[in-house]
């Protein structure tokens, strides 16, 4: 008697529960999200058939006839953006020999945009300048002037290490440039051999050759100079370059049916560097933005905002694509809701970055109500440097950029690892539910109160945040001071 009532409890709970969902869009959303998709097979496609996307690239070209393909096979309408990135850089082969007390082939791959050598190769002598504080440098004086330099870092385990790792390469360089070095060679921050690219610290106004040397042997050089030993190496960097060409960013969007004028826009970086697949970084969050819209057209879902989709292209070499967005819709900024960035792996979404804005702090904690179960969640009010949110973030308009457990995302981070089998497929559909509903609650909310910030307003955040240290390391600073790159004055 017992049992059967508790079960007729249960059933009448349920059908209040199947009430509701059916009642509401992101009920609805959850359940279409969390169920069987596509997310899967388009990850597979973009990262496995298509591989690593540098832009620029042949396999870039194609990620975006792809994105383009996958949102019409959505039904959702899409059109490529065009813009200018400034220059072409790819790497076709890096090698290194050392010479002297010891002789063997280290491995190593070159930063982007490093400087290419002749085909012979350029060999000086290699010193270790310790972790290349500005102590090291002073203590290495002027007998690494036309030097290589060995750098030593630390291994890299969390994702504060790794902003620690791009403040100090911006430091590094500065230094080495001003020491007239020859080039810069790194140890790589991550073990067994592993070799990773990330941009030299001037991006594409880089003047050095700088490589990342395998853990593993360039540990082994370092022992052997500091037991005095002396060692040469011979670098030999061959790249594609080229000038100015164009590419393109994909948009697809959903038109509101209440305020088409007013946008929600939620976008992913469809390009990655070469030498993974780009599965964490970010082919996930490409297969999670495009699923989203998938779903909600599916359901035939009516947002009252217009929800925009964005596959940003240039965001590895310099986020150019989403600031050619904030500079092709000027004129729509001041409509844009709110904006998310997805470019933190798969590690599951703990909340969102809401950027030194308690106004949007508030209703992000509205929108994360309706996922309450997938939680918890906390957000962090800081700003976040270093991605897609960025240009929008300068630009005054209240932006977002998924927080997630970095577990497993930093290991393999612009590795030749980043392939499909590290990316937490569980998570990911977890991620693309609360991703989803968050963007609906922006798009359906009555009133929304998030202003965009003038340039007054934006400078405050820098102030009150320290943020120009971040601007500075990723060389974004000038751009804020001179206007070409934020809120105008
Ligand atoms: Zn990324």
Known sequence: MLQRSSSILFISFFFAFFCVAQNSDSEKLVAAMLGHTQIQDDLHELCDKIGGRVTGTEANEKAIEWGVKKFKEAGVEVKKEAFQMPSLWDEKNCTAKIKGTANFSPRVVSRAFSVGTPPDGLEAELISVGYGTEEDFKKSGDKIKDKFILVTTDELVELGGLFKEYN?????????????VKGVVYMSSRPKKLLFRHLASRGYNNTLPIVVMARDDASRCLRILDKGGKLNINLSIELTTGGS????????????????????????????WGMGTGANDNGCNVSLVIDIARQMTLLGIKPKRTIRFALWNGEEQ????????????????DKHIVIASID???????????????????????ALEAVASLGPFENADVPIVGTDNYDFMMQGVPNLVGKQEGANYCSDYHCESDTYDKVNLQNLKINSAIAAVTMLHFANVDKVTLKRHNRNDVQKMIDETKLDVPMKAFEYWQGWLDGTRGRKP
């Open 344 to 366: 933190i792996g798969s590690g599951k979404i703990t909340g969102f970055f809401t950027g030194h804005r308690p106004d949007l702090d508030a209703e992000t904690k509205k």
């Open 168 to 180: 100090d390469a911006h430091e590094i360089e500065g230094r080495a440039l001003a020491s007239q």
């Open 245 to 272: 060409y164009t590419s393109y960013n994909v948009i697809g969007e959903i038109k509101g049916n209440e305020k088409p004028d007013e946008i929600v826009l939620i976008g992913a970086h469809l390009d990655s």
């Open 318 to 333: 310099c986020i150019c694509g989403s600031y050619a967005y904030t500079q092709q819709h000027e004129k729509e900024l």
